[in-house]
């Protein structure tokens, strides 16, 4: 195939929410000049829209990660948006005999013309072991647009709300709200958003999490006694809630 993961001649389709992870165009299948494309390889002038995707670490011999060939007849024909098109080495998007689609607020490696877009490590969380979650303090948080978003975008990857702050993240997987737990220092009326305000109990940040309609429970290191007499029948249990992950061994200062 001339798409290592998608191959598109004359097709119209609209993808949204995708992970498209180390596919690759076997070198010795393609003439000399034959141009691919790595993670996706469109051909033709079909429409085509782009959101929320990741194409990451694909590769074709003559071409890119994710490639447009031949003849597409506007700009707004093609368009990609809140996407990520990264390689460690070629260039993230490759055109070639064609009009450049629109792309937008995406991170494309080796940079591409367009509002929003960024030429930077997106700092995912773990894509080698298939975590595309955005690590705190990548430049992809809130870094999206919800403009034009077409139905299903208004759901990440894994069906959880978007956005969930300020605007969408960039990419196929928003960044979880995050509660701190950190019981080294009382604290008066904390609200677990920093670890400044961290919560002096686990339980608080899993409730936190679940009211918000999901997320992460950090927790420093240290003991915790838990008192859950009120609420559960054996004291110092714990009530896990739907669509909250918890995860401990922090420093404090993550």
């Excluded at 670490?57 to 003849?71: L, R």
């Excluded at 591409?112 to 773990?126: E, I, R």
Aim: negative net charge.
């Amino acid at each position: 195939s001339l798409g290592g993961g998608v191959y598109l001649n004359a097709a119209t389709a609209t993808l949204i929410n995708c992970i498209v992870d180390h596919n690759r165009v076997v070198d010795d299948l393609l003439p000399a000049d034959q141009l691919a494309g790595g993670g996706l390889m469109v051909n033709g002038i079909a429409p085509l829209q782009v959101w929320h995707s990741v194409f990451w670490n694909n590769e074709a011999p003559n071409a890119a990660n994710f490639a447009v060939i031949n003849g597409i007849a506007t700009p707004t024909n093609k368009i990609i948006r809140n996407s990520i098109l990264w390689h460690h080495s070629a260039p993230g998007l490759f055109v070639s005999n064609a009009t450049a689609p629109s792309v937008q607020f995406s991170v494309v490696r080796g940079g591409f013309a367009g509002s929003g877009n960024l030429n930077t490590d997106p700092l995912l969380a773990a894509p080698g072991n298939g975590d595309f979650t955005p690590r705190v303090g990548s430049p992809v948080i809130d870094a999206g647009t919800g403009q034009g978003r077409p139905a299903g975008a208004e759901v990440d990857y894994f069906i959880e709300p978007r956005p969930l702050r300020g605007g969408p993240d960039i990419g196929a997987v928003e960044l979880p709200e995050i509660f701190y737990v950190d019981n080294s220092v009382p604290r008066t009326n904390p609200n677990g958003r920093s670890w400044g305000s961290a919560f002096n109990t686990i339980q608080a940040a899993i409730d936190a999490a679940h009211n918000a309609d999901g997320g992460e429970v950090w927790i420093a290191r240290g003991v915790y006694a838990e008192d859950r007499s009120a609420a559960s029948p054996v004291t110092g249990a714990l009530r896990m809630r739907p669509g909250v992950r918890v995860y401990g061994e922090f420093a404090g200062y993550e």
